[in-house]
């Protein structure tokens, strides 16, 4: 089994800022069945057979949190601009509804050295700064960790 890498995000997307609406800042946990830190580290989680990664990261950049719809719209198809202009292909970005406010989530395939992986990432305004939550598998991966890792980040994860 290939380990999996996450890319980080490209300078582009992590450009996009704008006015803040804070939420407060919460640990992430994986609430998927034998799903543990990696390495202890609370910040990058994997499922038992390391085919499906999520990691959590707190950027210093100041990001935008959105009241309504329409800024998390507009930001999504900035962002979706800006991912592809940094390499990214087969990219979606869409407004999520959370508690409080809206995120925006990011589907986008990334290749890293000759492996193309599928990315799944949400971004959150966090005490007005960004927060990413990031959940990765290689490409056509069919492993049973796909399908709720992505339910996950796409729905529950805040």
Do not use: K
Not at 21 to 48: C, H, Q, S
Not at 115 to 132: C, F, K, M
Request: net charge neutral; with cysteine.
């Amino acid at each position: 089994m290939r380990a999996l890498r996450l890319p980080r995000l490209p300078l582009a997307a992590l450009a996009l800022a704008g006015t803040l609406l804070a939420t407060p800042a919460r640990a992430l946990v994986v609430p998927l069945e034998g799903w543990t830190p990696v390495n202890g580290n609370a910040d990058l989680w994997t499922d038992p057979q390391g085919a499906c990664l999520v990691r959590e990261e707190r950027h210093d950049q100041a990001f935008p949190g959105f009241n309504t719809l329409e800024e998390a719209r507009q930001f999504a198809l900035r962002l979706q601009n800006a991912l592809g202009r940094g390499g990214a292909s087969g990219v979606v970005a869409q407004p999520v509804d959370r508690p409080g406010g809206w995120g925006v989530l990011a589907a986008y395939t990334h290749e890293e050295g000759g492996v193309l992986y599928r990315i799944s990432q949400l971004y959150l305004s966090d005490e007005g700064r960004l927060r990413t939550i990031t959940a990765s598998s290689t490409q056509y991966d069919a492993s049973p960790c796909v399908n709720p890792m992505l339910a996950f980040v796409r729905y529950v994860a805040n």
